[in-house]
């Protein structure tokens, strides 16, 4: 079956500009999450949803960092404003349950603020 | 900020040679696991060891947990070209499902 599918792969803007990053979960995944990799580093937690409830947004680094999920399966990630320091991998990973914690992890959307 | 550090940074060996990874950690979990990535992909997942286990095997990787150190190894047997990776650990402190990760171990296994 189809993995976690993230779009764009790739994303370029120019400071100031607002960004959306979409992620597609694996079909009937309650959980899902969103981190943060910058080269070289392991991923950062951003934020997490359990079917259209965000339940911890503890890891977002700015308000302007926005996540949603309205219908409990895709996600966006919205980015406003951006700065030079937003430029990181953006990966999204889903869940079956949170019980059994594997995450299955997308290829990310590379995204570089110039 | 990440809770796992992570050693070596980089691995280099040959192919056949065994390689080990550690990592350690600073609060208590209720699993640890380990992940894979290729350059420019995503994480897949290798292997979860709970709190309460010691040691678990799948194929050529063997994961142990020691909690009292607050550490993790994972020793890949008979390595192959293909391993190459950057290796992650990952914490589950029961934190609702929010993982933390190491800064990872860059495997370079040459044939």
């Known amino acids: 079956g189809a993995g976690v599918s993230q779009s764009p792969r790739y994303k370029v803007a120019k400071r100031g500009q607002d960004v959306a990053l979409r992620c597609d979960p694996i079909?009937?995944?309650?959980?899902l999450f969103w981190y943060q990799q910058a080269l070289g580093q392991g991923p950062e937690f951003l934020t997490y949803f359990q079917n259209e409830a965000q339940l911890d947004k503890s890891g977002l680094p700015s308000d302007r960092f926005f996540a949603e999920r309205p219908e409990g399966s895709v996600s966006t990630l919205k980015i406003q404003r951006t700065q030079q320091e937003d430029s990181a991998v953006y990966l999204c990973?889903?869940?079956?349950?949170?019980?059994?914690?594997?995450?299955?992890f997308g290829a990310g959307t590379r995204l570089s603020v110039l | 900020s990440q809770q796992g550090e992570e050693d070596p940074q980089a691995l280099s060996i040959q192919e056949g040679e065994n390689a080990t990874m550690n990592c350690s950690y600073k609060t208590s979990i209720n699993n640890l696991q380990w992940y894979r990535q290729n350059s420019g992909r995503g994480l897949v997942h290798l292997i979860l060891i709970r709190s309460n286990e010691r040691e678990k095997h799948s194929g050529r990787l063997r994961v142990t947990l020691d909690t009292s150190k607050k550490s993790s190894s994972l020793l890949i047997t008979a390595s192959r070209a293909a391993d190459t990776a950057s290796y992650f650990c990952?914490?589950?402190?029961?934190?609702?499902?929010?993982?933390?990760f190491g800064q990872g171990t860059e495997l370079s296994v040459k044939p």
């Open positions: 990952a914490t589950d402190a029961n934190q609702g499902g929010k993982l933390i």
């Open positions: 990973a889903s869940s079956l349950f949170v019980a059994k914690n594997i995450q299955y």
């Open positions: 079909s009937g995944h309650v959980s």
